[in-house]
């Protein structure tokens, strides 16, 4: 299966020819160069996924890890070596499909969005860019060639978010979103030179073989400060999935990151980097749970914080993108928790299947939202919930996907959301109980603020519109992504995934407990009848709730401050006592010492010139001198 | 006599029939052939010669072990065709004026030369590395006089010639010693013997003045400046490169294969050798107002790091010394690309100065000269860090901890000069001289493209470069 190393191949030479020729060519030749390369790339990838689940994959019962390509690029000594490659095992050829997937959809959907813009050539540059690293970060061999994938997304993503560089809050949204990320993937690599230093290996491969003894193995009891090492290296990896993954509190940048264009938010803050995390985790599962479960303890308790924290936030927001943003947040948390509290082995690993599952089916309703509100956007020139509504006569697309998305999300079934979030309220009912019921809650809270959301933009009211800003359906560019996103989050949850995707890939059957389903189901609905009591006309209610509630409102409306907590901890802690010492230190001490250096050089410099004279007796001279100098000090000293 | 002997001389044979073909084609063309054909025709066959240099070739020893042949030597030889493979490319309009006439003889002259150096790598006793020696040295001083009308030119070349007759009698005196002591010049019987007694130290002593000549470096090196300058400038590229590279491989093996038994003494001497050359090098560098005296202190200081590179002594220094003179090739000759392509369109200017507000006339050379010097004054992500960081490991495996801190004082040292020339081009401002925007030929242009994807590339790729050197 060489030929997958196409589907990195590809984005990476579109990105080199978009950036360096784009501007000599049309924008629209460019974007349909990025669409068609994008749309080769997706078909690799649906190769690739075809011929590993039904052909290649299996050896015997177990799906099996398969290496087309690995090849060294750096070798330092014996144990480090980088090794860059593909790893295909059933993770990260789902990944493959659903990155190209929703990639492909949003390079389509920028046709139309994008158009006219100007820097269109850069945009699809950038896609291209973005969509090799998050490629080449699913299939890496090993933990550092992930990093080194897992960095070039933070930058393409930087640079796709400010991609309205002359936007002041573009720019600061840019600059947060990777400031916040990188201080995450500080831990991140730490967590990666721990690890490595004791194990000797970065290959996953290796890491994870047989109950991930090797980890067990090698960190023979090492402490700090009262925990294993192996427990400190695994919880700093997760600090970089929590990063990217927008855990509290390093959320902060996600919400902000909406200020990048509106398909820019679907690729990339629905269906690809924000699970970057999820997939480091799903990927080293077997670390985690044998090495360090502790570590995967604090990820379901971290998650069910912040998917509870995300939920209540988003239902007071009025911008509907920075809603989706928490919806996002939330969602994701859904997929860490699933993590943490599953088991390892058959019915026992079902948390793991479930994320994964969640992953799958989350990354195509979360980006049909995204490009719905893309849609809407793009028809009354507004984020705001209060320029909105009544739309649904005159948007009946964008409409009839974005109702499909929300019952999707809303956990109804037989839309896919309600599968997969199922097998995660099931994984979670019989041993943790106090995250079940929290989760319970949330997605109650979840169906609550989509159809919000929904009801504002689409119905509440009798909004009109002035004559010439009368919204109006999108063009097929923008529709046709819709419908087919909108197809796949019907029926993607039908998929029965454990039988692809389990914690040991050792195929299993789940299925659906009616118990929980019925109580998911209720609350589900119990949501989506509060929001259409609350939202389906205009009303005062809302607002008198909202009233009544005072200060608890206000504080989830401000977000609870956080930003303004992580300010204030940068501004005094980190600033005044760490860095301005450094600063001192870098001005008088190693300022003074490069200094001293170019004085020293230059001193010595002059008082040598006179050795080169020109004279070619001298030459001659110093050359004889020379040889008879060195033989001497050699034979006498 | 066995003919089979020949077989590993694969590559010698190719060398001398371009020469000949070149030779012949230079008697029976006529004129105007030669003027449009000439060059082209020489690229093309060396071209091929370089290409299949890089065919698998048998490996052994020739001639009683006078000759030998390794895939070591195959690689090394291959490395030296590709950069003059290069010069020949760069030397296109300089050879198209005042010295047209003469043009076929730069060319054969200069696989004279090579074919000394290939002889040089690949002697399997010391009488065959003084020979090879002599052939990469006389005609180079014809070389380094080819403009013979100018003044500079002569001078180099005479200056050129003085010092190597200097320097061979230096080593032909220290052969002798060696001789005296061990009663053979071949590299098999003299490992064994040689041990650390006077007589064999004075000998190693005198032999390394001889390559340190033609490595240039300190106190060896004072010729280095004058030549340089006054040289052609694609000879001075030749110079600084295949030439030193031929040296530093030769002294690979002599040092590796004849003194393997008293390696704690050369590493003493070349401990202090490598200090003062890098030192030196650098110190003079930055006083430099002429951009080819500049490269000639820049490439003594880069000779200091090759030096550091063998005194590690083991397999893991003499892979990274392979590979940084693999690298400094194409960052070299890079430079020596855009100076050749000044000084051919300035009427001959050298000057820094003339450098200034080059980027705003041409662009693209200022970038790659760009390039090409963050590369020598290893700056990530150009090849030249990589090469840089090896040698660095190599002489860390060696444990010679203080020696690596000079050399990486000196690195910050020649960041500054070597940022001098970007700061001329990109941020002074030229006043009346700046170089107007040209193009320059063809084959420069194939030329500095082949060192842009070397130096580019070269780094990236490493894992796999070295592979081919550990082969």
Sequence with gaps: MEYSLFILIAPFFLFLVLGLLGMKMQPKVAGI?????????????????????????KAGEEWQQLIPVNFEWLRFTEYLHIDLGILLDPISVMMLAVITTVSLMVHIYSLGYMHGETGFQRYYALLSLFSF???????????????????????????LIGFYYTKPSAVSASKKAFIVTRFADLGFLIGILILSYYTKTFDFGTLTANHAELVTNSFAGGTFMGLSLATWALALIFMGGAGK?????????????????????????????????????????????????????????????????????????????????????????????????SDYGGHDGLGYMASMFHLFTHAFFKALLFLGAGSVIHAVHSNEMSQMGNLRKYMPVTNITFAIACLAIAGIPPFSGFFSKDEILAAAFHNHPLIFWTLWAVAGLTAFYMWRLYYCIFWNGNKTYSEHHKPHESPWTMAVPLIILAVFSVFSGLIPFAGFISSDNMPFHTHIDWLVASLSIGIGVTGIAVATVLYLRKSNRPAEIAQSLGGLYRAALHKFYLDEIWMWFTQTVIFKYICMPIAWFDRHIIDGAMNGLA?????????????????????????????????VLVLFL | MDFSNFLLMGQEIGLIAVFLILFIYDIIGSGKSKDRWFH?????????????????????EAFGGMFVSSDLTVLMKNILNIATFIVFLQSYSWLKGENRLRRSEFFTITLVTLLGMYLMISAGNLMMLYIGMETASLPMACLAAFNKYREKSAEAGVKYVLISALS???????????????????????????????????????LLGGLGFKLSLVPFHLWTADVYEGAPTSVTAYLSVVSKGAAAFALIFVLYKVFGGIEAVWQHILWWLSAITITLGNLFAIRQTDIKRFFAFSSISQAGYILLGIMAGNAQ???????YVFVYLFSNLAAFGVISAVEHASGGKTSIAAYNGLYGTNPKLALLMTFAVFSLGGIPPFAGFFSKFLIFMAAGSAEMYVLLFIALLNTVISLYYYLLIVKAMFIKKGESDVVEHFSSDIYNKISMLICFLGILTAGILWGCIFRAIIK
């Design chain 1, 33 to 57: 160069i990025g669409t068609a390369g994008m749309g080769l790339c997706a078909i690799c990838a649906y190769a690739v996924a075809y011929q590993y689940f039904f052909q290649t994959g």
């Design chain 1, 133 to 159: 690293s998050m490629l080449g970060l699913v299939v890496a061999t090993n933990i550092f060639q992930m990093y080194i994938f897992w960095e070039l997304v933070g930058v393409s993503s930087y640079s």
């Design chain 1, 245 to 341: 993954s927008a855990m509290f509190p390093l959320h902060i940048w996600l919400p902000d990151a909406m200020e990048g264009p509106t398909p820019v938010s679907a690729l990339i803050h629905a269906a690809t980097m924000v699970v970057a995390g999820v997939f480091l985790v799903a990927r080293l599962f077997p670390v985690y749970f044998f090495a360090a479960p502790d570590v995967l303890t604090l990820i379901a308790y971290v998650g069910t914080f912040t998917a509870l924290f995300a939920a209540i936030i988003a239902i007071t927001q009025t911008d509907i993108k920075r809603v989706l943003a928490f919806s996002t947040i939330s969602q994701i948390a859904y997929m860490m928790v699933a993590l943490g509290v």
């Design chain 1, 599 to 631: 004085w020293t050089t230059q001193k010595s410099a002059d008082s040598v010139k006179g050795l080169q004279s020109g004279q070619v007796q001298f030459y001659a001279w110093v050359f004889v001198a020379g040889s008879v100098l060195i033989a």
């Design chain 2, 168 to 206: 061979s009698g230096i080593m032909l005196f220290g052969l002798s010693f060696l001789y005296g002591a061990t009663g053979s010049f071949y590299f098999s019987d003299l490992t064994s013997q040689v041990a650390g007694k006077p007589l064999t130290i004075l000998g190693f002593v005198f």
């Design chain 2, 317 to 323: 220094g003499m892979e990274a010394t392979v590979y």
């Design chain 2, 40 to 60: 082209w025709v020489a690229c093309i066959e060396f071209a091929i010669l370089t290409v299949w240099g890089f065919l698998p070739k048998p490996a052994g």
